[in-house]
Every structure is written in structure tokens, then in C-alpha cells.
């Protein structure tokens, strides 16, 4: 089933043109993998899907993006609401300056889910569960989440992002800054999450595109040069462009 | 002859300079260089300058005081004091200048003409000296230059110590201006009790003048008490922040978060035109504008104001220091990572959100810092008090009658007529001292909470 439908999406930024005319399905309760040489526009691309761009003072967006028939490139776009469902997490883990505790409960007291400090607490612990953080923090959630290791920061942003319990959660790079360590835990923990949201992954290793994700698309120079069944892609990609970025030979 | 002296050391070390350099595109041809071609011009140049205008410095210091002695000898047998012997050192120069006009002894006579003779013997001496170690010291770096010793690491070591010895110097004066206020504010404590200075609840020094003669000591005691300064300057500075911490800490807000890219570049550089503004301006904008105003409101409502009220002198003063808590916060502020702004959006926050959760208590280390800061500005302000809430020190807490600061009494104790060993100056080095005191624990508070909040969020 179709989760997000984008439609001949085009970006600029300025008078510079950073997407071409990209659609693409991604499917629900998948893990739908970007990948591409540097400055390509995948994470344009991912900022299109929770309205980031709109951050960017000279970022404009064009076409249409659908979530369950619900029109995301709009002005009526109720964009506190789009991004209670569609989490984020970045490539450099930005925990906030707040203990571990306030962090994951950051997006709940936002939002109002939590109406009692008994269920607030239930969320933080199910979230840093999720996140496979809980054992290592539960006995100093009141410490800085700064003062976290680099894996176990990138995880509190994890649990940060689905502690609203989103229907998609988008990850820029998630592991670019971790150790093959910390690295396999994420792994690990979008496998898990995929039971349940939709997970849209930007990464720079082939392996871990392949190790992860059903459906992957590869960008190129601004425009989504194939997209398909990871197995697909990587084993007999249709164009020539997919082989060679596979197989190492150009990027 | 000084000023020649020095301007052909500095000369010659320019010289210097450029000759180094060319040597050292000499050797360049036949053998590999220590150094770029510029660290041997840094190194004839600095041996050169260097020991030269150290000596000529040492030199000019303690020469006057070798000539004094010379001079005062012939006057030993007198049994003259130390107060004597320095008039007759002065006479001894004047006549030497040609200058004096009292009349003149045999003896006084023969003293001017020994201190020309010494001056130019000393002078001689001097140039002599000087030319020796420059032709010294250049003929020993020039060996070096030419034996292409290393050259980098000398140099570097030169560049330390000018360094060192420019640091040392502020902090000796700095050291030097304190210990000043110290000793005449100890001499201060030796006329009126400390006890009756920090707790005394009236200021009135004038009170303590009297001609020829000492003033009474029961007098003294009622005169110097300083808790009506103390509470008018920390009563004016409250005011101040509360015209100044919340208009200074939104408009910090606005222009780092809200602002467009447009405004921001416009605002910014007009709030701080406010900082550039001398304060004696905005001294007469209080005193001719905003407290006939004040008044006149207050009279309007049934209220008794004085034309010089604190509450003018404190809003005028707030004002002065908006730029400062704003421009600082918005500094502050904007140096947040961007990552936690797009952290915090993406979790649905909206701006006022993100800025009220995010940004704000990350940059509150930062935002305490700037409002210390300006609160140690507000309690060293003086025109403004000085022109707009009155010289009358005043105890009290109504914002619409005039109170007098610790900066303003002091000036009021400074101008017009004074004696040195007057408490009543030297009441101004306590007031100072304590001033300083008092600025120096906001900075250190302002420190300290930096600092912790810093580790936390490190
Ligand atoms: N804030 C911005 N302002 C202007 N141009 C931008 C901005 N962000 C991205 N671009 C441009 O858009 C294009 C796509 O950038 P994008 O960040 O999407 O690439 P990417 O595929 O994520 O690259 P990488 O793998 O290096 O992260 C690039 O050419 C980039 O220069
Ligand atoms: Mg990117």
C-alpha cells in the first residue's frame, strides 16, 4: 500500500534548480532507501516530505506530494500536525541541551499527548525502549543528553523522534557520524520499527541500503534515476547510471 | 635629542629589515634556508630595536634620579628635609632652564651649573652607549644571519616576550590603579570609621568643611555614611533593567529568530547606533525631556515628582543599555546551532516554541552574561544620574524623588575646591573602591554562572 505519493516534485533553491521532476510511491511499513552521489538532492528531497524546506528562507517547492490522499505541498497544510506524523532524524545527532528524560518528552508536552506525569513517563520509557537506549540510561535520565557517546545520542534522537508515535519517521544519513557498532544497533532498530512506520532512510552505504531497505531509489543530479525492489536494483539495476554507482564505478 | 635618537633606532631597524632580507635571498643561492627571507629581516630588525630602546628606556627612567643625587650631595650637611631638599632640587632646575625667577645664591648658582654640565655629560654618555649596543647587537645577528642559524624559533621567542611584556603592562597598571584607591581609601578609613561608612544612613560631606582647623570628629561621623549612595545606585540600576532586560532580551529575539534576512540587516546596525550615542546625550535627553515629562504626568495624576527623578535618570539609562542585552542575546542566540532549530521544527514545534524550549536555554549562559554585564554599565554610569536624578543623596525607595549615586558623588566630591588630605576627597577613593568592589563581584557572578552553565551543556 502506498503511504506517500510524490508527483512530478520540483525544488529550487533560489534561481538554482536542485530537483527535477521526482515521483515516486513509497510504500507503507516499509523501509524505502535514497541513495546518490553527494549533492544530488536527497535530502531535498526527504525535507520535502516533513515540509523542512520551508525553514529555508529561499527554498521553493513545486508539484504535488500526497500522504494518504492528504495534499503536503499546500498552504493549508496544517505543518505542526504533518510533523507530530512524520518524524526526523538528522545525520549529526542534535540532541537538545536538556537532560535525557526532557528530550524524549519534548515532542509529547508539545504536542499535549501525555495528559498525566504516570503516562509521561510511559512514553519516555516505551520510546527509549523502542530506541534500544533504555538500559544504558534509565538510571540518569536526569543527565544531559549532550553528555551521551555519539551511537547513543544518535538513538536519543531516535526515541526523540518516535516518542509521538509517528506514521513516518525520515533519516538523513542516521549513521554517518557512528561506529559499525552503533551502526548495526540502528540497523537493527529500523528493522524493528518497520512493523510499524513507515521509515524513508538516506545513506551513503551501498551495504547498508541493501542490508535495510525493501525499495530503493537512486538520485542523480537532481533528478530519481531508478527506483525499485532493493534486490532489483542492486542485482540487475535497468540503467546504466544505477550499475555504475552500484558497482562503485563513478560518485 | 631623545626623539632623534629614537626615530634612527627605529630607522635603522627598518633598515635593518630589508636588508636581512635580501641576505638572506643571498644565501638562498648557495645553501637551503632556515627560514622564509622575511624571519631574517624580523631577526636583524628585533636585535637591533631591541636591546637599544630597552637601554634607552632603563636609561632615561633612572637618569633624573642619579642627577639628583649628584646634586643633593653638596647638600647634606645642611640638615635639610626631604621636603627642602626637593624645593631646592626644583629651584636648581629651574635656573638651569632659565626659568626661575626668585633670587639667586652663589651656591644655588653653582648647583645649576654642575646639573647642565651632568645633564650633558649624561646625554653624551648616553648617545655613545647606545650607538655601542646597536653596533653590538647588529654585528652579532648579522654574524648569525650570516652563519644561517636558525632563524624562525628567535624569532618567535621575540614576538612572546613583546607580548608578555605588552600583557604585563596592563596588568601592572591595572594593579597600580587599584592599589592606589587602596591606600588613599585606607587613609579615608583612618579619619571615619568603616562601620559608619557602610552602615551610616547620611550622606553629607560638605558638612565636614571647615576652615583652618580640624573638623569635629562627631561631625565626621554623621557626614560619610554611604547607604544612601549604595541604595540609589542599585535602585537607578533596577530601574535601568527594567526598562532594559525585557525590551533588549525580545528585541535579541526578534532579530535572531523572526527577522527577516532584510530586516536583520538593518535593524541590527541602528540598535547599536544607541550604544554609540555618548552618554552626556542622553544625560540631557533626561534631564530636559524626559524629566520635565515625567513630571508633568505625575503632577497630572496628583503626584508629587521633582523635576530630577530617579525614574528618569533609570528609564533614560535603561534605554542606553538596550543595545547591549540586545545585540549581545541576539549574538548569542543566533550562534546556536541550526541543527537544534531543525531538530525542534521537525518535531512539530512551532517558532515561539522552539525559541521559548530550545533556543533560549541554550543561550541563557550567554543572555545571563550580557545583562551582568550591563548591569555592572548601569552601576558605573555616571552623567546620566549626574544630569537627571540630582546630586542630593537622598534615602530613599520613590521612584519620583531624586536620589544621588555612588559615581555621581564622586564627581560632586571632585569638582570645585578641594584639599588632598581632605576626608572629604579621599571619601571619593572609598566610593571608587567600593565601586570596583562591587562591579568586580557581578563580573565574577557573571563568570561562574557562564562557566557552570557552559559544562552543562557541554
Ligand atoms: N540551503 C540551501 N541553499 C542553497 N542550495 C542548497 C541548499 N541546500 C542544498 N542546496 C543545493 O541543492 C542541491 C542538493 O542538495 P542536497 O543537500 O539535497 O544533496 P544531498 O543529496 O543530500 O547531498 P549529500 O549526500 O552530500 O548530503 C545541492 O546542489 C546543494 O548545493
Ligand atoms: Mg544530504
Known amino acids: 500500500m502506498s503511504k506517500i505519493k510524490a508527483e512530478n516534485v520540483n525544488v529550487y533553491y533560489g534561481s538554482k534548480q536542485a530537483l527535477f521532476d521526482v515521483s515516486i510511491d513509497i510504500a507503507e511499513k516499509e523501509v524505502t532507501a535514497l541513495i546518490g552521489p553527494s549533492g544530488c538532492g536527497k535530502s531535498t528531497f526527504l525535507r520535502c516530505l516533513n515540509r523542512m524546506n520551508d525553514v529555508i528562507e529561499i527554498c521553493r517547492v513545486e508539484g504535488s506530494i500526497k500522504m494518504d490522499n492528504l495534499e503536503l505541498n499546500s498552504r493549508k497544510l496544517d505543518v505542526v500536525r504533518l510533523r507530530e506524523n512524520v518524524g526526523m532524524v538528522f545525520q549529526k545527532p542534535n540532541p537538545f541541551p536538556k537532560t535525557i528524560y526532557e528530550n524524549v518528552a519534548y515532542g509529547p508536552t508539545i504536542h499535549g499527548i501525555a495528559q498525566s506525569k504516570e503516562e509521561m513517563d510511559q512514553i519516555v520509557e516505551t520510546s527509549l525502549k523502542k530506541a534500544a537506549l533504555w538500559n544504558e540510561v534509565k538510571d540518569r535520565l536526569d543527565e544531559i543528553g549532550t553528555g551521551l557517546s555519539g551511537g547513543q545520542q544518535q538513538r536519543l534522537c531516535i526515541a526523540r523522534a518516535i516518542s509521538v508515535s509517528p506514521e513516518v519517521i525520515l533519516m538523513d544519513e542516521p549513521c554517518s557520524a557512528l561506529d559499525p557498532i552503533a551502526t548495526a544497533q540502528i540497523e537493527e532498530l529500523i528493522d524493528d520499527l518497520k512493523k510499524e512506520v513507515t521509515i524513508v532512510i538516506v545513506t551513503h552505504s551501498m551495504s547498508q541500503a541493501a542490508r535495510v531497505s525493501q525499495k530503493t531509489g537512486f538520485f542523480h543530479l537532481g533528478k530519481l534515476i531508478e527506483f525499485g525492489p532493493t534486490d532489483k536494483i542492486f542485482k540487475n539495476p535497468d540503467n546504466q547510471q544505477t550499475q555504475d554507482y552500484i558497482t562503485g564505478r563513478f560518485g | 635629542m631623545n626623539l632623534i635618537l629614537v626615530t634612527f633606532i627605529i630607522l635603522l631597524a627598518f633598515t635593518s629589515y630589508y636588508f636581512g632580507r635580501k641576505k638572506a635571498l643571498v644565501i638562498q643561492s648557495s645553501q637551503r634556508l632556515t627560514a622564509l627571507p622575511k624571519f631574517y629581516g624580523y631577526y636583524l630588525a628585533a636585535w637591533c630595536a631591541a636591546p637599544a630602546l630597552i637601554i634607552f628606556a632603563l636609561w632615561s627612567v633612572f637618569e633624573p634620579s642619579i642627577v639628583k643625587t649628584f646634586i643633593l650631595q653638596d647638600y647634606t650637611d645642611q640638615n635639610l628635609t626631604k621636603n627642602e631638599l626637593q624645593l631646592i632640587y626644583t629651584k636648581v ?271 541563557l549562559p550567554g543572555i545571563v552574561g550580557s545583562i551582568l554585564l550591563a548591569v555592572s554599565r548601569a552601576i558605573g554610569e555616571t552623567m546620566i544620574v549626574v544630569m537627571a536624578s540630582g546630586l542630593a543623596a537622598n534615602l530613599t525607595m520613590n521612584p519620583l524623588e531624586s536620589t544621588s549615586t555612588i559615581t555621581a558623588q564622586i564627581v560632586v566630591i571632585l569638582i570645585g575646591d578641594q584639599q588632598f588630605g581632605d576626608p572629604k576627597t579621599q571619601s571619593a577613593f572609598a566610593l571608587g573602591i567600593s565601586l570596583f568592589i562591587v562591579t568586580l563581584f557581578l563580573n565574577v557572578i557573571a563568570l561562574s554562572v557562564v562557566k557552570k552553565y557552559r559544562e552543562k551543556y557541554e
Open chain 2, 93 to 363: 632646575k629651574a635656573l638651569a632652564a632659565g626659568t626661575y625667577t626668585g633670587n639667586i645664591t652663589n651656591f644655588l648658582d653653582e648647583s645649576a651649573n654642575k646639573y647642565i654640565q651632568l645633564k650633558g655629560i649624561a646625554n653624551s654618555a648616553k648617545v655613545a652607549i647606545i650607538l655601542a649596543i646597536l653596533i653590538f647587537s647588529l654585528s652579532f645577528a648579522y654574524r648569525s644571519v650570516q652563519k644561517n642559524d636558525r632563524m624562525r624559533e628567535p624569532v618567535e621567542i621575540f614576538l612572546k616576550w613583546v607580548l608578555f611584556v605588552a600583557s604585563l603592562g596592563a596588568v601592572l597598571v591595572t594593579i597600580g590603579i587599584v592599589f592606589s584607591l587602596l591606600f588613599e581609601a585606607i587613609r579615608f578609613f583612618q579619619a571615619v570609621k568603616i562601620f559608619d561608612f557602610i552602615f551610616g544612613t547620611h550622606w553629607y560631606p560638605a558638612k565636614t568643611f571647615v576652615r583652618d582647623g580640624q573638623p569635629d570628629p562627631e561631625l565626621m561621623k554623621d557626614a560619610f555614611g554611604a547607604v544612601p549612595l549604595f541604595a540609589g545606585t542599585f535602585f537607578i540600576a533596577f530601574i535601568a533593567m527594567c526598562v532594559a532586560i525585557p525590551i533588549g532580551l525580545l528585541s535579541g529575539i526578534y532579530l535572531s529568530e523572526y527577522a527577516g534576512r532584510g530586516v536583520r540587516k538593518y535593524a541590527k546596525p541602528i540598535i547599536e547606533i544607541l550604544a554609540g550615542i555618548p552618554t552626556v546625550v542622553y544625560g540631557f535627553f533626561a534631564a530636559l525631556t524626559v524629566g520635565p515629562f515625567v513630571k508633568e504626568i505625575g503632577n497630572a495624576m496628583g503626584l508629587e515628582v521633582s523635576a530630577e527623578s530617579a525614574l528618569a535618570a533609570g528609564a533614560v539609562m535603561g534605554v542606553m543599555i538596550i543595545p547591549f542585552i540586545s545585540s549581545l542575546s541576539d549574538d548569542v542566540m543566533t550562534a546556536v546551532p541550526q541543527s537544534l532549530r531543525d531538530g525542534s521544527y521537525a518535531m512539530g514545534a512551532t517558532k515561539s516554541e522552539t525559541v521559548k524550549k530550545v533556543i533560549f536555554p541554550a543561550a
